[in-house]
């Protein structure tokens, strides 16, 4: 591809252009990322270090972790499947499928949450068989991994299909002709080729699985140190007028953005220096 | 595009059943509960719970906001979009990294964040407020927040057609003769238009569904900033299920009305496109 040289000198309007752009990023973003620490590391680095430590805030760690581990586990493998079968066959329904699979992207969380409600609640279908077996979803640990399962499930399969796509696919049907099977293609050739689209999806469906507020507050039920996430520690906090503590919550959550935000540079950054193709931000190419 | 294939690749039965099977057990069958619920209801019940006083005046608030939302959106979507691909200045790829932090970053800590910042002793709150403008606890505030949580989706979708446009055109255009505004009605204009539509129809619908982002600096006054999900949460918390799932199944239905919606135009116009080239 074409690189566009930059014009050296900028006139007065693109210099007015730039100043407003950086300006309203600065308003809307930047000030709002900077509160979260400056709030949060008002009383200094003990109180902070306190709120971190606090049995609530671990478990609340502990948790979030656990549930998000389980879910990009889940969601990873679902992806992987999905996009095998969306970039290499066609179908009837094969758009249908798709558009179903990025449906909770677009649909209130709170919408979903109300419907698994309506699925594992006391009121729900399975609500009254799970009671007769003493088995507890709603406002428990599994509802939260479910909800964060399918909040977080059309992350990894949206980074790896554009990639999968855009590579093709000769060399998987040149191993197939050779005598590989299923599993040695998978395995030896695409996802060698799609890692870095990969690796990301995985980054951003965890960000996510951390971050999940909507959802999982109708399903948690909120129990402080046995069923509360971080984000749910935050809201707490926050509506206990200990804003000091919700902040310093939210630095955590702010870190694991901060970080993914980081290692999608640097995956950019690696690509753009050993390809000549350019970089979208939706579909990340990797290397060729 | 049908290419002639002849060494099929193995895996079409084990992949289709698995993913069938995941997206009905995640996907289908929540929503399918949340359906068959909301029309277990019946017709005139189902009317009085989704359609009553305080839950329009939460539509109207949600689809309002989410429309004041996607505007300042398209505003500063393209700005962006614009000045990350056609100039360079230091700090572009910082700017361009940041435009992906409102996806990324939990909604909550959003949410206090804003509130923290457009309060009357935030950071920006402060000034604004003694100039009239008073961004928490008002429509405007739900509307900042919905533009905060959606900004990256214009900018993310006209980028990438700006930088693939040939600027040959646009230089031959200017040494014509032509003035840079006449060129970007003329020339741009019509290569981002449909790019900016698709960008701000995700924002809107992505502003519909806000919820953690917006319900600290919103207020939640009942018939002034409460939206859709904030009610929806609280007839939940009464244990008032039916009221809930009423409200729920409207929230839905809307957004897949509007996602096919916005399917069909894209295909529509891939298909003009493609007949007028």
Redesign the interface.
């Known amino acids: 591809m074409k690189r566009?040289d930059?014009?050296p000198t900028?006139g007065i309007?693109?210099r007015l252009?730039?100043g407003?752009?950086?300006a309203?990023?600065l308003?809307?973003?930047?000030?709002?990322?900077i509160?979260?620490f400056s709030?949060a590391f008002k009383e200094g680095w003990q109180v902070y270090w306190k709120n971190i430590s606090q049995p609530d805030t671990l478990a609340a760690i502990r948790l979030t972790v656990f549930a998000a581990l389980v879910s990009v586990l889940v969601n990873t493998v679902?992806g992987v499947?999905?996009a095998?079968?969306l970039a290499?066959?066609?179908?009837p329904g094969r758009k249908l499928?798709l558009?179903?699979?990025e449906?909770?992207l677009?649909?209130?969380?709170?919408?979903?949450?109300?419907?698994?409600?309506?699925?594992y609640g006391a009121?729900?279908?399975l609500g009254p068989w799970l009671m007769e077996h003493h088995l507890k979803i709603m406002f428990a640990v599994p509802g939260i991994i479910?909800i964060t399962?399918?909040v977080t499930?059309p992350f990894v399969i949206r980074e790896i299909l554009p990639v999968m796509e855009s590579q093709g696919?000769d060399e998987?049907?040149a191993a197939?002709?050779l005598g590989a099977?299923?599993w040695q293609?998978?395995l030896r050739i695409t996802l060698p080729k799609i890692r870095w689209g990969l690796f990301y999806g995985i980054m951003?469906c965890n960000?996510?699985a951390?971050?999940?507020?909507?959802a999982v507050?109708?399903v948690s039920g909120a129990i402080r140190g046995e069923t509360s996430t971080l984000?749910l520690q935050?809201?707490q906090l926050?509506h206990d007028y200990n804003?000091t503590g919700?902040?310093a919550s939210?630095t955590l959550?702010?870190l694991i953005?901060i970080v993914?935000?980081m290692i999608?540079?640097s995956i950019e950054h690696s690509s753009t220096a050993k390809s000549s193709d350019?970089i979208?931000?939706?579909s990340m190419a990797a290397e060729s | 595009m049908?290419r002639n294939?002849?060494?099929?690749?193995?895996?079409?039965k084990l992949?289709?059943g698995?993913?069938?099977l995941?997206?009905s057990l995640?996907?289908?069958?929540?929503?399918s509960?949340?359906t068959?619920?909301a029309s277990s209801l019946g017709f005139k019940d189902f009317l009085s719970l989704a359609f009553n006083a305080r839950t329009l005046s939460s539509y109207y608030v949600t689809f309002g906001c989410a429309f004041g939302a996607m505007l300042i959106d398209l505003v500063?979507g393209l700005?962006?979009a614009?000045?990350?691909t056609?100039?360079?200045?230091p700090?572009k790829?910082l700017?361009d990294?940041?435009?992906?932090?409102?996806f990324?970053?939990?909604?909550?800590?959003?949410g206090?964040?804003?509130a923290?910042?457009f309060g009357a002793h935030?950071?920006?709150g402060q000034w604004l407020e003694p100039l009239g403008i008073k961004v928490a606890y008002t429509p405007l505030g739900v509307t900042?927040a919905m533009?905060?949580v959606s900004?990256p989706f214009v900018v993310?979708t006209v980028?990438?057609v700006l930088?693939?446009l040939d600027?040959e055109v646009e230089e031959a255009a200017t040494t014509l003769g032509g003035s840079?505004i006449v060129n970007f009605w003329k020339i741009i204009f019509p290569e981002i238009r449909s790019p900016a539509l698709v960008g701000a129809s995700?924002a809107y619908?992505?502003g519909?569904?806000?919820?953690?982002a917006v319900i600290?600096i919103a207020g939640n006054l009942p018939f002034h900033t409460e939206i859709?999900?904030?009610l929806?949460?609280i007839r939940?918390d009464e244990h008032d299920?039916p009221s809930?799932?009423a409200i729920?199944m409207v929230?839905?239905a809307v957004?897949?009305v509007?996602?096919l919606a916005l399917?069909a135009a894209h295909a529509y116009s891939q298909r003009y496109l493609e007949k007028s080239a």
């Open positions: 566009h930059t014009t900028l309007s693109a252009l730039i407003a752009g950086i309203a990023s308003f809307l973003i930047g000030i709002p990322l509160t979260i709030a679902f499947i999905a095998w079968l290499h066959f066609r179908f499928l558009s179903l699979i449906l909770p677009s649909m209130p969380s709170i919408v979903a949450g109300t419907a698994y409600l309506f699925i009121q729900g279908w479910l399962v399918f499930c696919q998987e049907d197939h002709t099977n299923g293609i998978l951003l960000a996510r951390f971050g999940e507020f909507g507050s109708v984000t935050v809201d926050y804003s919700a902040f939210a959550l702010a953005t993914t935000l999608k540079l350019s979208t931000s939706s | 049908i294939r002849k060494p099929t690749l193995p895996g079409f992949t289709l698995l993913t069938i995941f997206v995640v996907i289908l069958f929540p929503l509960a949340l068959v619920k500063f700005l962006l614009w000045i990350l056609r100039y360079s200045f700090g790829n700017l990294i940041a435009m992906d932090l409102p990324t970053l939990p909604t909550a800590v959003a206090i964040s804003l923290a910042v935030g950071w920006l900042l533009a905060f900004l993310r980028q990438p930088q693939e600027r840079p995700l619908i992505r519909l569904g806000e919820f953690g600290y859709t999900s904030l929806i949460y939940l299920y809930a799932a729920a929230m839905l957004s897949l509007l996602l399917q």
